[in-house]
């Protein structure tokens, strides 16, 4: 069984910085992390490597030093890894990224037979959820989102059992391999490198693929081949006004402590917007 993972180098959330002049993502001296949703899915492919023996492959696109990423994928135990970056790759949106990376999937096939393909579920600078399933369209895959579990997998039938969080409950579902999984966060626990892996990822030849080596056509990627345009990025101005204090009076064994407040919240909210409680009598006088 051959497993795809992709993932992605992303700053890391925690410190982005938004430029006060050019309203831009300050990305220096920012650290460069996994995307964390991606985490998720490289755990349950070793996981499943661990189980039936699969080759676990690692794929990211970007500039060059999204190498460290890859290698630190190479650490927990990925077996080979594949850095697709090219100057006209610049500026992709999530469906050029999902062209570029489906390229790649495809040379790889050439190889040797992909059986799954793992994404985040989405990723902490975008917060599309595009490019797995966009992926999973351009290669032909069943698409399984949002999956919590997977229960069991049978190489000889080529089919798996996953579990999916829904609106309504969790969804059981069987399907045809190949197929392309996003799974959600928390759903397992990442697993620390071992000394070997770490040894092995820092000796790793990596493999650098560019747009020919994959035949990707050069108008379905970069700037040429995103039809998304960002007009601006913004950081929200701070309200001038001010947080108000409701004070509620002293429980009492008639009116208890929270009752009172509560009572005392809604009296200034309604207070301060006098037409809600007006739209809110209507709206009840009206059955609605």
């Not at 009076?249 to 200034?268: G, K, L, R």
Request: aromatic share 4%; net charge neutral; charged share 25%.
């Amino acid at each position: 069984m051959h497993i795809v993972v992709c993932i992605k180098q992303v700053p890391d959330s925690a410190q982005i910085r938004i430029h006060p002049v050019t309203n831009t993502i300050m990305r220096q001296g920012v650290p460069a992390i996994i995307n964390p949703f991606d985490l998720f899915s490289l755990e349950e492919a070793l996981r499943i490597k661990d189980k039936v023996g699969a080759r676990v492959t690692v794929l990211t696109m970007g500039p060059p030093m999204a190498e460290t990423s890859l290698r630190k994928a190479l650490s927990l135990g990925a077996d080979d890894a594949v850095l697709l970056t090219d100057r006209k790759f610049a500026g992709s949106d999530t469906l050029a990224t999902s062209y570029a990376l489906t390229s790649a999937i495809k040379k790889l096939s050439e190889e040797e037979q992909v059986d799954l393909v793992f994404c985040g579920k989405q990723t902490v600078d975008g917060d599309t959820a595009q490019v797995g399933p966009g992926i999973a369209t351009r290669l032909g895959f069943q698409q399984l989102t949002y999956i919590t579990k997977i229960e069991s997998i049978d190489q000889g039938a080529r089919e798996i059992v996953v579990h999916r969080r829904s609106e309504g409950g969790v969804q059981v579902l069987k399907t045809a391999l190949p197929c392309m999984i996003t799974m959600l966060e928390g759903t397992n626990t990442i697993r620390f490198g071992k000394m070997d892996d770490m040894f092995r990822a820092a000796r790793y030849g990596l493999k650098t693929w560019n747009k020919d080596t994959t035949g990707a056509e050069e108008t379905k990627v970069g700037l040429k081949g995103s039809p998304t345009v960002v007009s601006k990025v913004f950081v929200p101005k701070p309200r001038a006004q001010k947080a108000t204090m409701v004070e509620a009076e002293a429980p009492t064994a008639e009116a208890p402590s929270a009752e009172a407040m509560a009572a005392a919240a809604v009296e200034a909210i309604f207070g301060a917007q006098p037409k809600l409680a007006d739209e809110l009598l209507a709206r009840a006088a009206a059955g609605l």
